[in-house]
């Protein structure tokens, strides 16, 4: 009689330890090759210390005037800093979210900021945009 109830919480503590590890794993943006993460963004090493890039390379940007999930950067605003485009059905982890913007089309953002790249940038780990009108900053990791 206490075998099977201490097969059954043994077996519980593994599915709740697996759980765990799963969405500590999920949370990661690119540590695994194989992660939804690694299809969408990367980090890469700049003048301004690891961000958060496409997986080309270009820097991600965070506006400043944008509010939570929501993107206030359209027309002109979008030209020069393009909003990094995602699907509406985009797998999304951890901090990493899909906004719909006002005009139906959906982008990625983090930690509930939209993400956008920047014209200025020309190759991988470009950082032109960082404090441009003190407005615009590189998304890193951990702020």
């Not at 940007?61 to 509010?67: L, P, Q, S, V």
């Not at 985009?90 to 719909?100: C, K």
Request: with cysteine; hydrophobic share 35%; glycine share 6%.
């Amino acid at each position: 009689m206490k075998f099977p109830t201490i097969s059954i919480v043994a077996l519980a503590s593994a599915l709740a330890l697996t759980g765990c590890a799963t969405d500590s794993y999920a949370s990661s943006y690119a540590s695994n090759a194989d992660s939804p993460a690694s299809r969408v963004v990367s980090k890469v090493d700049t003048s301004i210390g690891d961000v958060f890039a496409t997986t080309q390379g270009m820097t991600l940007y965070t506006f400043t005037r944008d509010e939570a999930s929501v993107s206030n950067c359209y027309d002109g605003c979008a030209a020069s800093w393009p909003p990094f485009s995602a699907s509406k059905d985009a797998e999304t982890w951890g901090a990493f979210t899909v906004i719909e913007r006002s005009d139906g089309s959906y982008q990625w953002a983090y930690d509930n900021q939209p993400l956008y790249t920047w014209v200025g940038d020309r190759q991988r780990g470009d950082v032109n945009g960082h404090e441009v009108s003190d407005v615009w900053y590189a998304a890193q990791p951990g702020r």
